[in-house]
């Protein structure tokens, strides 16, 4: 088989070709041929070597499907040991995403190139790893202390430019990376430029308080993860150890977060997201209908979430009111958000004009004649949306897809309303929609394959995640609240109390307990549903009779002051005895024996809730695959990626 790393001596330059799609990563045969390639040009003319790849990026990191296997020499470490220790000049040439060991094996360069647009980061913190090859023994050489936690810790990659600013990035190139980086070699050895290794430079002056601070300040932010932590140990060796000792420290705690549950879980969730992209039956090569400008039907904090979605994509959004009074209403909110954004540094005031300057506002269908994708945002109405869809199917073009962001109707009925339903498709978003990555796509029994094909590459571009749904009540995600919220609901009247349920849970690892979230989304929503069921529909009353209750007294949750808690002004949530006495009082009249719930108990009653329902969602075909659910769950849910979502987390247990 022939290596993916080609060598070649350019007049003087050895240049060290690496064509291994899709993104360069350092399987062994790269190592091997790195490893082949950096030792020929020790032997040869070469005054200099440039490393550079093919494709459309500079090395992405290490294999993360050899993991977990039988390390197989040469190991990456020792591999950009090696190549640090060449006694030739070595340029690195970055373009695309270098990422993870891709950037490390940059920095194990003398000196490091970059396209414009080229970012670099280490995400590893993100498979619950840390750099394992030298990255966070290296960066806080080159880059100091603070820059070196920041980066690593977050797993966010940076602009070229920026690593430029730092000490990671020495010149940019503009045009031909490859004909420039061999240039910027000849100009280094004509100038008599050092070899000059990362690992013997001196780390910048720093405070050593600043360890404990990222350590507070992470222990808050990732819950319950080792490697941050662990990060944060590894870069202060690097600032206090010898570069020997502190390769030492990162080799023992790579390995030991790399056999964590964690990093499994979340390099489960890595490839779970890539699969849940894929369409079972739906051919790679099925056309897509291009997607230039989209409408919105209802803006509302929804419709202004979707619409910001689309415009930070460039995508122009026409947002459909039914008054001048509500768009203006709708527009103020969208404001209200991008200047949010800004205030949080996400957009800078003048990409957040640019932005926004995509949404206008009408009140009257016509204007949605020529747009190519319409997402109905309006309230969960059924009759009201097959108005709308009614009204769509007059007012669009021919080939406009016609979607609906409902959360639990049936999508397959609001498509009969339109002479087009083979048009129709569920985009179920989750609030607030310009900020959760998650996209339920919805597939109607009618949906057109290209409408799919088009729909979950449109997710990619506006940088969703999408996962396919077959229709059903809730369709993936909410479907399992159900079953989840009515555990939640027999563990209050068997012994736990609002507040023992929602720390239990988060103390496990969830964003939010169950009745806080609950108490957010409003408990209203639940009790009108339950409105136009029967009483066998509705189920046994244990399940729903206090929060009927609490709604009844007026307390609809956070929105009204009070739910399962009380709220201040702050939305601050305190227990409050008043629902004790209504879950004491629904105990006794439905004959509820009380007694002690543990926290173990409550995790796993209500985990196993969704698992079982997770299985019958698989079992019917509603999704796809497991991890599928699990994608769902941790991007939509707040369920904790380092445990890699429900049904891993249920098959790994038994
Ligand atoms: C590491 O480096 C550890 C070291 O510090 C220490 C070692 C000792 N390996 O995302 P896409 C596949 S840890 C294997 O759809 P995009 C991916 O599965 C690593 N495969 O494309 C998919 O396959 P398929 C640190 C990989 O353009 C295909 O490539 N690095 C890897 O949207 C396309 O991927 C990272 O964590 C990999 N490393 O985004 C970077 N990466 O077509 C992880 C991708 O069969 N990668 N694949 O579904 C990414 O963030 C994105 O893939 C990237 C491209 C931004 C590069």
Known sequence: MSSPVSYQLEDTIGVISIDSPPVNALSHAVRQGLLDAINAAQNDASEAVVIVCAGRTFIAGADITEFGKPLKDPWLPDLLNTIEASAKLVVAALHGTALGGGFETALAAHYRCAAPGAKIGFPEVHLGLLPGAGGTQRTPRLAGVQAALDLITSGTPIAAGEAQEIGLIDKIIDGDLRAGAIAWARELVASGAKIRRSS????????????????????????GQVAPDHIVACIEAAATMTFEDGMAKE???FMACMDSSQSAAMRHLFFAERLAAK?????????QRPIKSIGIIGGGTMGGGIAMSFANAGIPVTMIEISEEALERGLAIVDKNYAGSVKRGKLT???AAKCRALIVGSVDYASLADVDLVIEAVFEDPELKKKIFAKLDKACKAGAILATNTSYQDVDAIAAATGRPEDVIGMHFFSPAHIMKLL????GKKTADDVLATVMALAKKIRKVPVVSGVCYGFIGNRMLSPYGKTAQLLLLEGASPQQVDNAMEAWGMAMGPLRVFDLAGLDIGYKAREALSDDEKGDPKSYRVPDLLVEMGRLGQKSGAGFYHYDDARKPTPDSAVQEIIDQVASELGVDRRTVT???????????LIDEGKKIVAEGIAQRSGDIDVVYVYGYGFPAARGGPMFYGANRG
């Open 200 to 223: 013997e430079q001196d780390v910048p002056e720093f405070d050593h308080a600043i360890f404990d601070v990222y350590r507070s300040k992470l222990a808050r932010r990732a819950r």
């Open 251 to 253: 080799r023992e705690l």
């Open 279 to 287: 369409v079972d039956g739906l051919a790679k090569d099925t056309p």
């Open 349 to 351: 005031q003048e990409q």
């Open 440 to 443: 339920e796509v919805v597939r």
């Open 599 to 609: 926290d173990e108990e409550i995790v796993a009653r209500l985990i196993g809730a």
